[in-house]
């Protein structure tokens, strides 16, 4: 719900967790401070109480990936047979499953195919780590970078021979690569249900990486082309990283040139409206930015499109700053789970005929609009029960 944010503190690299309650707390075991080494992606459990990144080993001997609970790191082991350890790093954790239980990310195995030794991990405390995708000789390095709630789906890349980073999808296990990509296009994000998977893909005509989604439908990945913001050039980029569960809203960032410290704008995509810059989307919906505080990125967003989160810099300072923003909540009733505005038996029946199910938010037996049907959903259609939103 937004009420929890993960991130990297700027110059200790140490992971940081927020609420507005405690501010932002180092949680320690930070690798680049141990080490001079560290990648990898922060990320949180959707109730707020597990956080995964990378860490120092146990030993404080090398990188590893790591599970934050209760105030302290557990390492992610065992990791899979083959691991190595490579520049004072075995693995790096890049995301994590809403429900806590399945970190993503990549480990270190040595030599393959191209050269290449970074491979796609998923790991859980049950089954350990596991490499995703293909096995046996002549694999090309990979990279998983987000995990949908159950974790059963994963988003990444997939190097091709060229070296190119293809945008690759692994279903249970199962690998699929949704472009043969001349240049690097990787995914970043995947959606609460896991039928979204976000990221970018190469305009030919333009010779241009541009954002895109895929979403999955009658056992099809479909791709949407979001494009670029206007005044982007050739050379520069955008690239999806989150979305609201039903694919109504989808955010991430624009580099108008190649230059590194060039100018870039993060952005909200909406079906209707298209791609825009965020601070205008933001004008339009009521939400004034202060004109000193550049918008930069769009890291992430709550299933139910309310809650973003992103990084922007003070132009007068220089001063760089994480950012939540909240939308107004939709027109909804609290408890009804059939959209007809009326919290009645028929909700009831709907939560149970879609028990356990991941879903978009206030539909098909969402009554809390935390996009999953549980025990929350009834609690929500009692508390409410009568009320009517006609």
Not at 76 to 101: E, K, R, Y
Not at 139 to 150: M, P, Q, T, V, Y
Not at 341 to 355: M, R, Y
């Amino acid at each position: 719900d937004g009420s929890v944010i993960v991130g990297n503190q700027v110059g200790p690299y140490e992971t940081f967790r927020w609420t507005a309650q405690t501010g932002a707390v180092n949680l320690g075991r930070g690798s680049v401070p141990a080490l001079g080494v560290g990648a990898g992606s922060p990320d949180v459990s959707a109730d707020g109480s597990r956080v995964s990144a990378t860490i120092v080993s146990d030993d404080g001997m090398t990188a590893v990936a790591g599970v934050w609970e209760n105030g302290s790191w557990t390492e992610c082991a065992p990791m899979p047979p083959d691991n190595v350890t490579i520049d004072q790093t075995d693995a790096s954790a890049w995301g994590l499953s809403g429900d806590g239980q399945t970190l993503v990310g990549l480990y270190w195995r040595q030599g393959g195919a191209n050269g290449g030794s970074a491979y796609p991990l998923s790991w859980t405390a049950t089954g350990g780590g596991v490499r995703l995708g293909p096995g046996g000789p002549g694999i090309l390095s990979g990279r998983a970078n987000a995990a949908n709630h159950d974790g059963a789906v994963v988003a990444g890349w997939r190097s091709a021979f060229s070296g190119a980073w293809q945008p690759a999808v692994w279903e249970n296990g199962v690998e699929t690569i949704l472009e043969a990509t001349v240049v690097g296009c990787p995914l970043y994000g995947i959606s609460h249900g896991g039928d979204i998977v976000l990221g970018q893909d190469y305009n030919a005509g333009f010779q241009r990486r541009e954002a895109a989604f895929w979403t999955k439908s009658g056992g099809v990945w479909t791709k949407t082309q979001i494009g670029v913001l206007p005044g982007t050039a050739s050379f520069g980029q955008a690239y999806a990283v989150d979305c609201a569960a039903d694919g109504s809203v989808v955010i991430g960032s624009n580099a108008y040139s190649s230059n590194p410290g060039g100018p870039r704008d993060g952005f909200i995509w909406t079906p209707a409206g298209g791609m825009v810059e965020v601070t205008a989307f933001l004008a339009a919906n009521g939400i004034t930015v202060d004109p000193f505080f550049d918008i930069i990125e769009m890291s992430a967003m709550t299933p139910d499109g309310r809650v973003l989160v992103g990084l922007g810099r003070y132009t007068d300072t220089l001063d760089i700053q994480t950012f939540r923003i909240t939308l107004a909540p939709p027109a909804n009733c609290p408890g009804n789970a059939d959209g007809n505005s009326i919290v009645d038996f028929d909700d009831i029946t709907a939560i149970l005929a879609n028990w356990g199910a991941l879903t978009a938010p206030w539909s098909d037996g969402d009554t809390n609009g935390d996009c999953i049907v549980n025990f929350d959903d009834i609690t929500e259609t009692l508390a409410n029960w009568g009320a009517s939103c006609s």
